[in-house]
């Protein structure tokens, strides 16, 4: 089985090619869920199934199957895959690379002539990153029931577009009815995006978890008012006001080291005039921690300085929790097939857990699921300089093949 091998050099030119689909100028990539770039993406992840002999299923959230038919079509699929969304200043290799990771599995059974028990699917799934439309892993949320389908079909940009009218906009929306379907087990590659692999000199990274996350939408009203005439000591200044909940939201995430993680990636403060004081701020947070009680605390003590700031503001402060996503713990058997195949393969391997939310994570509530990691350079991600090595790259995919073959019966050949 050692010898059964996927082709790097091909994997690494589909990243490249899909890469070229949303190009930034420092190297990196905007194809944002929905997008009409992000339907180039999806047409050339389409043709190139099609032309590895799968057929293609749409779901009505827009998550594209490719299937490779197995020997006994009445075992459940073995899926492998990720999302083809990304941030607005993403990378070549968050999500696509699991995706072509699932193709180059299925290019290689073919190229081998290898028949397997079960039959294999690549899937794309839509809108993982939430960076369009919020929450993350929509799709994939919606195929595994976390969410129904109206809820998925109505999340609603900034911009005011639907995710159900952006779906039909771009001509992916599907016929294919959600989820309810048995999965013998789902894989997903996917760079590590943080530090350890690459700081500890492993090549694979055995996923057995991902931390807990709670996102939240915090509204700011004060009062707007002239920059010049009015006193500073009268003034209800919203962005001010929000400042000082930025830096609570800084402090909280230092407070529950190690492992919590606290962001603010969005704000817009209203009128946005510089002779205006702003009387309305909206600003988004993301709270991240491996253990549940502990985010529970940070989600407790942001309630309260949130307060205390409206208070002490003369300010009306909203908060919203707009998203849960609980610890994962991934299936131990799919753990194992992970790290048997790093073994077996010879790659150097860790336990790690996710600092990122992936479609595993919902994944996981309706089939055994596992994750494989590779380093990506200096654990920069969400980043247009993101980057990873061909050889890991290689690594991950190769890791990932071994891990389905294990789980979609005896290779045969053809
Ligand atoms: C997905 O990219 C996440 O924010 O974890
Ligand atoms: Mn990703
Ligand atoms: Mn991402």
């Not at 905007?30 to 389409?46: E, K, M, S, Y």
């Not at 606290?262 to 817009?268: K, P, W, Y």
Request: aromatic share 8%; with cysteine.
């Amino acid at each position: 089985m050692e010898n059964l091998r996927i082709d790097g050099d091909r994997l690494w030119a589909s990243l490249m090619e899909l890469a070229r689909i949303g190009a930034t100028e420092k190297g990196g990539v905007c194809r944002l869920a929905l997008t009409d770039l992000d339907r180039q993406g999806r047409d050339l992840f389409v043709r190139w199934c099609k032309e590895a002999g799968c057929s293609i299923e749409v779901d009505k959230m827009g998550n594209i199957f490719a299937r490779r038919a197995g020997r006994n079509p009445s075992l459940p699929p073995i899926l492998a895959g990720s999302h083809l969304d990304s941030q607005p200043t993403g990378g070549k290799f968050d999500g696509p690379y699991g995706v072509l990771a699932g193709l180059e599995i299925i290019r290689t059974l073919n190229d081998l002539g290898i028949e397997t028990d079960a039959p294999v699917e690549v899937v794309a799934w839509t809108n993982e990153e939430g960076a369009r439309f919020a929450p993350s892993m929509t799709g994939s949320g919606v195929f595994a029931g976390v969410f129904d389908l109206d809820y998925g079909l109505s999340r609603t940009a900034l911009d005011g577009a639907t995710l159900g009218g952006e779906l039909e906009r771009i001509g992916y929306s599907g016929p294919t009815a959600m989820g309810n379907r048995p999965i013998g087990a789902y894989f997903e590659a996917h760079i590590e995006q943080g530090p350890i692999l690459e700081a500890e000199g492993k090549t694979i990274g055995v996923v057995f978890g991902a931390q807990a996350q709670r996102w939240f939408e915090v509204t700011v009203i004060g009062q707007e008012a002239h920059a010049g005439p009015t006193p500073m000591h009268v003034r209800r200044d919203a962005l001010l006001g929000a400042a000082r909940g930025i830096q609570e939201v800084n402090r909280i995430g230092l407070a529950y080291q190690p492992n919590a993680c606290a962001t603010v990636g969005l704000i817009q403060s209203s009128p946005n005039s510089r002779n205006t004081i702003p009387g309305h701020v909206f600003f988004t947070v993301d709270f991240r921690h491996p253990d549940d009680e502990k985010l529970s605390a940070m989600n407790a003590e942001l309630r309260a300085s949130l307060e205390r700031i409206a208070e002490e503001s003369k300010l009306e402060i909203a908060i919203e929790e707009i998203w849960y996503s609980p610890p994962v713990r991934f299936d131990p058997a799919c753990v194992q097939a992970v790290r048997d195949a790093a073994d077996r393969l010879g790659y150097s391997h860790r336990d790690i857990v996710s600092g990122a939310g992936h479609d595993a994570c919902y994944m996981s509530r309706v089939a055994p699921s596992g994750m494989v990691f590779v380093p990506c350079e200096g654990g920069i991600s969400h980043n247009e300089v993101e980057n990873a090595s061909k050889p890991d790259i290689a690594a991950g995919a190769q890791v990932l093949f071994h891990a389905v073959l294990a789980f979609a019966g005896e290779a045969k050949a053809r």
